[in-house]
């Protein structure tokens, strides 16, 4: 007999026949002979109509109750797939996150996981029953409703996996796997059969949100082995795990696009210490997530500094960034949206040379402007316009070739 973590996503419990076949294929693995703990999302579309709500009553929601509204979205996922169960002949008990155990920080609508006491749902599981936990929350220990981030459906069903030492852990979406790009920019992306943490981690960071990045984080940290699959076949999906030799062979794990991206870039500002330090002071003050930073060569005793950011993030930056750049007596800033990121991801690229070079060359021949460039050990990421991104993604996951190797 073993013990399974299954997490089913939003789409995968979008409505009621969808419900019931997650309820059937929960009930089919415990009639196999196996303790079955599943984790639900919201059903698709409930989360973001909430926030929408709450957007309409407030213009900036205040974080406490934002949690308390967000967390009723996965609450009636929890309760619709034990009645699903019931239903079809089975036990199962239906638990929120707090009486599962689930305690956070108290950092509202971003709670990390502190701590897991899953000690209610070993004695449901002793007792027979399918346990049915809410994703994507927790409590603080006051007592209060936290959320664990956008995606943190896939959190808790990683660390409830670690928490109470699953043999196996499974994330039932909506795509068969990982693949080589997101099917839905690049049709004819191939699912990989095993990917690294790391490599799973940088394209989830990157704008592969299939996984939620932190919990890809948690999973390595722990050692999770988990397998990313569909809720509607039976097909092997992708297993996500520690490196294996083998898989340094191949250069490119997969190509990933994030969009909303903007850029700012604060012109001829004076060449001297303590500016740069200045400028990212107040860009943090305001709570502010900078991603790529470049600074170029000085000329005249001046250089200019662009960084990206969110797209959202346009309205705080025009509104306070200018005082800063006024006080260190840089000539001014500008502001854009619309453009993306676009990144190659691949251990392999620890022991091959040459990845970047053909990265630019097949953009160079669309004609396709790199803005900014940024890299590590494992990636190569390209700023471009955001109205070419799923060109440039198809073009490059085309150029690697279905091996994914420099020589196609
Ligand atoms: P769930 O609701 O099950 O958590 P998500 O919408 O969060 O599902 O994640 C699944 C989606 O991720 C897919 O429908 C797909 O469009 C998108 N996606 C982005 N990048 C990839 C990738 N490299 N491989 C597979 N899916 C991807
Ligand atoms: N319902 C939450 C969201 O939409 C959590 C999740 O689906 O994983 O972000
Ligand atoms: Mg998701």
């Known amino acids: 007999m073993s013990l399974i973590v299954q997490k089913y996503g939003g789409t995968s419990v ?19 002979g196996n303790d079955i703990v599943a984790v639900v999302s919201a059903m698709s579309g409930v989360t973001d109509n909430l926030i929408k709500l709450a957007r309409q009553v407030a213009t900036s929601p205040v974080e406490r109750e934002l949690d308390m509204l967000l967390a009723t979205g996965e609450q009636v996922t929890i309760a619709l797939t034990a009645m699903a169960i019931h239903d079809l002949g089975g036990h199962a008990v239906s638990l929120t996150g707090a009486q599962a155990g689930i305690l956070t920080d108290s950092v509202h609508t971003r709670a990390k996981i502190a701590q897991l006491l899953p000690k209610p749902i070993h004695s449901l599981l002793a007792a027979g029953n399918i346990v049915i936990v809410a994703g994507f929350q927790g409590k603080t220990s006051e007592g209060q409703v936290t959320t664990l981030g956008r995606g943190g459906s896939d959190l808790t069903a990683i660390a409830l996996a670690a928490a109470i030492q699953a043999d196996l852990c499974q994330i039932f ?10 099917p839905r920019i690049v049709k004819n992306a191939r699912k990989i059969a095993e990917i690294s943490y790391d490599e799973m981690l940088e394209m989830a960071s990157l704008g592969s949100k299939v996984m939620q990045a932190r919990s890809v984080e948690f999973a390595k940290k722990f050692g999770v082995v988990f397998e990313v699959r569909s809720t509607f076949n039976e097909e092997r999906g992708t297993l996500v795990k520690e490196a294996t030799d083998s898989m340094e062979k191949v250069v490119i794990r997969g190509v990933s696009v994030d969009r909303n991206q903007a850029k700012v870039t604060i012109t001829q500002v004076p060449d001297k210490p303590g500016t740069a330090s200045r400028i990212f002071n107040q860009i943090a003050a305001i709570n502010v997530n900078v991603d790529t930073i470049v600074q170029n060569v000085s ?7 662009s960084f990206t950011t969110h797209a959202d993030e346009l309205p705080k930056i025009e509104k306070y960034l200018d005082p800063v750049v006024q006080e ?9 949206g619309g453009i993306a990121k676009l990144s190659v991801v691949g ?6 040379s040459g990845v970047a070079a053909k990265m630019f060359e097949i953009l160079a021949l669309a004609g396709i402007n790199i803005q900014m460039i940024s890299t590590s050990e494992i990636k190569i990421s390209v700023i ?21 190797n420099l020589d196609q």
């Open 14 to 32: 979008g409505n009621p026949d969808r419900i019931r076949n997650v309820a059937r294929r929960i009930l089919e693995t415990q009639r196999s």
């Open 173 to 182: 979406t909506d795509v068969d796997g990982v693949y080589t790009c997101d």
């Open 299 to 305: 000329e005249a005793g001046t250089t200019d500094i």
């Open 328 to 336: 260190i007596e840089a000539k001014g800033f500008t502001a854009k």
């Open 347 to 352: 251990i392999g690229m620890r022991s091959h």
């Open 384 to 404: 471009i316009d955001e109205n070419r991104v799923d060109e440039g993604a198809k073009l490059v996951h085309a150029g690697f070739g279905p091996q994914m």
